[in-house]
């Protein structure tokens, strides 16, 4: 009888023990998972790190005269418009050609300007009339260096033609920047105004 009695009180001790070990493991499980709920609660969200790289990529710059750049890359180059010279090719049409100024803030040798099917470039006017490149396709490199402005006129294939020559303001203008196939984009300008037979 006193050993079915023991036996009934060693087990009863094992059960209330495990309860107790249960209970302790289940209270620090608990704490542990409340320290990483506050951890990343902390921390800034996935989708809240993603939107706000994208609104920094996305954001529009004031052109010094008038209108906004928007640089696809600007974790990459910083990218600035001198200016949108038009030269008369006759008396009522002219072409548009565009000036920058970079600075490369990766370590790279070379940055390339163009449009393709993927990045067309398009010039619309104050009034809505469009305008495409001399080229309809083509990137062209040029040379770079890291941490120095450089003034950058884009080449004569990058040159809108047959513009109007009441064009006086481009509404809304893109162009490809590239620094490599996984990092380019799409330069918009808006509301910037043409300068007319000036020399950039």
């Known amino acids: 009888m006193k050993t079915k009695r023991l036996l009934c009180f060693c087990l009863a001790l094992m059960a209330v023990g495990t309860v107790e070990m249960q209970a302790q493991g289940l209270g620090g499980l608990l704490k542990k998972v ?3 709920v506050e951890a990343i609660v902390g921390q800034p969200q996935p989708e809240a ?18 209108g906004t750049i928007t640089n696809p890359i600007p974790e990459t180059v910083d990218l600035q418009l ?7 090719t ?5 072409e548009v050609r565009l000036v920058f100024k970079v600075k490369m803030i990766a370590n790279l040798q070379q940055l390339s300007f163009g449009c393709n099917t993927t990045f067309p470039a398009l010039m ?22 890291e941490g120095v402005w450089m003034k950058m006129p884009l080449k004569e294939t990058a040159t809108f033609v047959d513009v109007k020559k009441t064009a006086t303001t481009i509404q809304q203008l893109q162009y490809g920047v590239s620094a490599s196939y996984e990092n380019r984009g ?13 020399e950039p």
């Open 82 to 88: 001198v200016g949108a010279y038009g030269k008369s």
């Open 34 to 36: 409340k320290k990483g």
């Open 90 to 94: 006759s008396a009522n049409y002219g």
């Open 49 to 66: 790190r993603q939107s706000t790289a994208k609104k920094a990529r996305g954001s529009e710059t004031p052109v010094e005269g008038g």
């Open 124 to 145: 619309v006017d104050q009034d809505g009339n469009t305008y495409h490149t001399r080229e309809s396709a083509g990137w062209y490199s040029y040379d770079v260096t």
């Open 186 to 198: 799409l330069i918009i300008l808006k509301d910037v105004p043409i300068q007319w037979d000036v």
